[in-house]
């Protein structure tokens, strides 16, 4: 052999040699899933047992809706395979920076979602026609009550109401300008793309609260201090988060959250596509798995919020699963009001209107 065909010889081996080191390193690269959630949503015992069952090994970031954004924004929406921002932090996320890239609904297991949520996730998840998000995790605010002592209250202006005058409270926030909304029959989400037509229920709400100022024993800030104004039977009523009602009826079991009858507010935190996402298939096993109900059960377990896989919840712990089947009834978990983008400017809007009601005298 001539030196010249055995350098050449020599030349392709080590190529060879090459692609085949670059192989190995792709298929590790494969099968890892690079996942950006929050604390409590990929619990070790749920890591373990799948990368058991797949072979693909889960890197878990933790992490909260700003820092997602920002992380993904320095990166063009690389760095992570599947992330898990709030459903209303995703289409103006990508309208502006273009961080996300749209599911494939073919490759999730729809069955396994509790109908109602996936669609409204994926209503609120669309940009250009194209869906963004589905459902994992989720919470709602609604009404804790001592059924003995506010058996009445079961909206959120009942509040109002006058044999509860003086023992209730709520938060001068956003979320009772949008609950006391709903529980006048207006509609705010819907008003969301015309400014006008929001000042004019930011007014009539308004108007209530400062009628209702009366009757509120205190606007509580910290969770903690309202639950030992329940437990101490200073406040029978309050429009704060469900997980909390259900802390309150592990000790008492008068007392519980009640779903209002104009639908409790609720937020979702979804599963999410990074735009530059390099393992995309185990995303989508990562998704498929943990909607299956008894993998979302430990989960629910171990973050203390349920998640969006029907049947779920007959997996749950007894108590937490009599609570929530309790305060949940089908049509009252169809009836969640799912919070939307904000467009610009509403929040403005909405501080002004929480401003005035703070500033005014009583009735």
Not at 148 to 159: G, P, R
Not at 283 to 312: C, D, H, L, R
Request: aromatic residues 8%; charged residues 25%.
């Amino acid at each position: 052999m001539s030196k010249k065909h055995g350098a050449l010889r020599g030349s392709l081996l080590g190529l060879t040699a090459i692609a085949g080191m670059v192989s190995l390193v792709s298929a590790a690269q494969a099968d890892e899933l690079r996942l950006l959630t929050w604390g409590g949503y990929a619990p070790d015992e749920v890591v373990e047992q799948f990368e058991k069952e797949t072979g693909i090994d889960v890197e878990v970031t933790l992490s909260n809706n700003e820092d997602m954004i920002s992380k993904l924004r320095a990166t063009g929406g690389g760095g992570f395979d599947l992330a898990q921002p709030s459903q209303d932090r995703i289409a103006g996320a990508q309208l502006e920076y273009g961080i996300y890239k749209p599911m494939d609904l073919s490759k999730i297991d729809s069955a396994k979602f509790i109908a109602s949520m996936l669609a409204a996730t994926k209503a609120n998840t669309t940009v250009d026609g194209e869906v963004y998000g589905v459902p994992h995790v989720w919470g709602t605010s609604g009404l804790i009550v001592d059924k003995t002592k506010a058996a009445n209250v079961a909206d959120y202006t009942d509040l109002c109401a006058a044999d509860v005058a003086g023992k209730v409270s709520y938060r001068l926030k956003r979320p009772t300008l949008i609950g006391f909304a709903y529980s006048m029959g207006l509609d705010p989400f819907a008003a969301y793309g015309d400014e006008a037509k929001y000042q004019e229920i930011l007014d009539a709400v308004e108007a209530k609260l400062i009628e209702c100022k009366a009757n509120v024993k205190t606007y509580w800030e910290g969770g903690d201090a309202l639950l030992n104004l329940v437990r101490s039977g200073e406040v029978v009523a309050a429009m704060a988060w469900d997980t909390g009602g259900w802390k309150l009826n592990n000790d008492n079991a008068d007392i519980t959250f009640v779903a209002p009858k104009s639908g409790a507010l609720g937020w979702i935190d979804t599963f999410v596509l990074p735009r530059k996402t390099k393992n995309e298939d185990a995303a989508y096993q990562w998704i498929n798995f943990v909607m299956q109900p008894e993998i979302a059960a430990k989960i629910t377990a171990n973050a203390g919020n349920f998640t969006a896989s029907k049947g779920a919840d007959e997996f749950a712990d007894d108590t937490l699963k009599a609570q929530f089947q309790g305060s949940f009834p089908p049509a009252d978990l169809d009836n969640i009001k799912w919070y939307p983008t904000v467009p610009a400017g509403l929040e403005v809007l909405e501080g002004k209107t929480l401003d005035r009601v703070k500033a005014a005298q009583s009735n």
